[in-house]
């Protein structure tokens, strides 16, 4: 057994294709024999579709969510609600011993609000007590990218930088799986690996932008933080996943 553990974040596409999702989390369960597993999912595409069942317009700045308090109990009910009893349930079959959680859980993260997007935080470790206690009971923590503020009240955080936040309270070895395979260059081309110049170039130039450029800022916090590379990679070959934990390369490498 590694002692490192390993954060997948889960997002995109990936959340609504039940047979996609087992047959990546029966990965999981192959992976969890060899390191402490934690999970982290988004349901951007969910929260779209019940703000608009419930009336609500929405809109992004930036790759993140405006998230007006009013819409608060939405997006929490779609993120830490369905998404989240979803991906627990999906994980179970999977022998996985899934504890569903909000990143508040336990003091786990504490918030940065950015008062420009509304009830949006960004997350920030601060306390790995209960992640420990569950990793070493053999448990694997889900974590929805909800969190409370310090006047109790709900927050929505984009998944890539929840992920970030709980990879670094557990030091561990991140992967952000999304829908296209990694990194693409300007004519579409997988980057295999990105240090944070090359990043900064492919941002002023437009080719990386709004969900990517949060994954690319996410991975290159983590990354310096940890000083240990991120990976961004597509989850719609899950063999992938283990190629990687084998040191081939996969998707796109992102280094400090
Ligand atoms: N240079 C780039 N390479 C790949 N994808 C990019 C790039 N720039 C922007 N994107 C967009 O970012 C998306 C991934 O971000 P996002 O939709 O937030 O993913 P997820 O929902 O998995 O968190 C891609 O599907 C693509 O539309
Ligand atoms: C603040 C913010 O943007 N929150 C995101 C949280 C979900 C998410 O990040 O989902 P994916 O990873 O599937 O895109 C949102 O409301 O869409």
Known sequence: MNNTPLVLKMGGRLLQDDSALDA??????????????????????????????????????????????????????????????????????QGLKPVGLTLSAGNSCR??????????????????????????AGFTPVFSSVGHGEQGQLLNVNADLAAAAICQLVQGQLVLLTDV???????????????????????????????????????????????????????QHPQDLLNLMRQQAVGTRIVC
């Open 111 to 136: 918030f940065e609000l950015n008062p420009k997007l509304g009830a949006v935080g960004v997350a920030k470790p601060q306390d790995g007590t209960l992640l420990q206690n569950l990793l070493s």
């Open 24 to 93: 990546l989390l029966a990965v999981c369960a192959e992976l969890k024999q060899q390191y402490p597993l934690v999970l982290v999912h988004g349901g951007g595409d969910q929260v779209d579709q019940w703000l608009a069942k419930f009336g609500f317009h929405t809109e992004k700045l930036d790759g993140q969510r405006i998230s007006p308090a009013e819409q608060m109990p939405v997006i929490a009910g779609a993120l830490a609600g369905a998404v989240n009893a979803h991906m627990v349930a999906r994980a179970s079959l």
């Open 181 to 235: 395979p990694g990194i693409l260059d300007g004519e579409g081309k997988l980057i295999n690996e990105l240090n944070s110049r090359q990043a900064a170039e492919l941002v002023s130039q437009g080719i990386i932008k709004g969900g990517m450029k949060v994954k690319l800022d996410a991975a290159l916090d983590t990354a310096q933080a940890l000083r240990r590379s991120i990976t961004v990679a597509g989850w």
